[in-house]
């Protein structure tokens, strides 16, 4: 069964980074693009932050070009998320997710992230 647990977030002030970890289970990295969304208050959709694909080629959204970072370490089988620079529009639920290459996607619970100005 596929699993997978956020934790790290919390309240920060502008300016200054935290990092999320998303725990899996049940998968290996190896048949599996991970990723990060984000939902924000007053936005229906969630958008997304990050992407890594199986060999390890990442993807940013423009907005979180330079000032976030997806990472991984297999032998935890976590995925991080380092984010730096934050803005108080960066508030909202962070959610981490895993699609595999057959298709579908598996999602977290979410971990909450506030950012005070």
């Known amino acids: 069964e596929v699993q997978l647990v956020e934790s790290g977030g919390g309240l920060v002030q502008a300016g200054g980074s935290l990092r999320l970890s998303c725990a899996a289970s049940?998968?290996?990295?190896?048949?599996?693009?991970i990723g990060w969304f984000r939902q924000v208050p007053g936005k229906e959709r969630r958008e997304g932050v990050a992407?890594?694909?199986?060999?390890?080629?990442?993807h940013y959204a423009e907005a979180f070009k330079g000032r976030f970072t997806i990472s991984r370490d297999m032998a935890k089988n976590t995925v991080y998320l380092h984010m730096n620079s934050l803005k108080p529009e960066d508030t909202g639920v962070y959610y981490c997710?895993?699609?595999?290459?057959?298709?579908?996607?598996?999602w977290g619970q979410g971990t909450r992230v506030t950012v005070s100005s």
């Open positions: 049940g998968f290996t990295f190896d048949d599996y693009v």
């Open positions: 992407s890594m694909t199986n060999g390890g080629s990442t």
């Open positions: 997710y895993a699609r595999p290459l057959s298709g579908g996607r598996f």
